[in-house]
């Protein structure tokens, strides 16, 4: 079964510029997420979605931060413009069910912003 | 406000030892608990874990004790092997909440050979 898959795994931008991520969960996965870790904390949500609808969007920055997933498969993150607190690495999550407990992450996408 | 936290950053013990990771959280309504190990380049990746009806949980090497009184849990790793070296995430939920993950910063294991 193959895994979550996400792209690009490195990214550098200056500030002020946009960037996108993408992110294809695993084969049947209802349930997206995508999480923020920044060096030395744990990753922190930030939208969830279920199939193409949101769930939850509380800890988005939605001034800079916008998700879809249009089809209810594939989802891309898009940042514009950056700031130099948005490095971090990107991280995607699939789960089967919305109330599964195990969710299924990819390798994340690590954005430098300088 | 960490709601989880992972108050040592790192621990390092010998090959054939008990690993102890400790992990205390504040929130009383998190009914379900986990944890992850992360390894450098890679996704985290799930460990094992412990509903609140219960206060341990084992999958060979691999032991969670949860204190709901002191909201506190541990993972013990007997024995430990140079392959457990990573970053280990604990992380809670709440039945309802559509099992948004609240994780910890983490704890970087190295198991000494």
């Known amino acids: 079964e193959a895994g979550v898959a996400q792209s690009p795994r490195y990214k550098i931008i200056e500030k002020r510029q946009s960037v996108a991520f993408w992110c294809n969960p695993i084969?049947?996965?209802?349930?997206l997420y995508w999480y923020q870790q920044i060096l030395g904390q744990g990753p922190k949500l930030l939208i969830q979605?279920?199939?193409?609808?949101?769930?939850?969007d509380s800890q988005l920055p939605k001034d800079r931060f916008s998700a879809e997933r249009l089809k209810g498969v594939d989802s891309t993150l898009k940042i514009q413009p950056a700031k130099l607190e948005d490095s971090a690495v990107y991280l995607c999550?699939?789960?089967?069910?919305?109330?599964?407990?195990?969710?299924?992450f990819g390798p994340g996408t690590r954005l430098t912003v300088t | 406000d960490q709601q989880v936290k992972q108050n040592s950053p790192s621990l390092s013990v010998q090959e054939g030892r008990i690993s102890i990771l400790n992990c205390d959280y504040t929130?009383?309504?998190?009914?379900?608990f986990l944890w992850y190990k992360k390894y450098p380049a890679e996704g985290p990746t799930f460990l094992i874990s412990?509903?609140?009806?219960?206060d341990k949980n084992e999958d060979g090497r691999f032991t969670v004790f949860l204190n709901k009184s002191a909201k506190h849990l541990s993972l013990h790793i007997v024995p430990s092997q140079p392959g457990d070296s990573a970053v280990y995430f604990c992380a809670a939920s709440e039945t309802g909440a559509n099992s948004k993950l609240t994780f910890g910063k983490g704890i970087t294991l190295s198991v000494r050979p």
């Open positions: 999550a699939s789960s089967l069910a919305q109330e599964s407990d195990e969710q299924y």
């Open positions: 084969s049947g996965h209802a349930t």
């Open positions: 412990i509903s609140s009806i219960k």
């Open positions: 979605f279920q199939n193409n609808g949101v769930v939850d």
């Open positions: 929130n009383s309504m998190f009914d379900y």
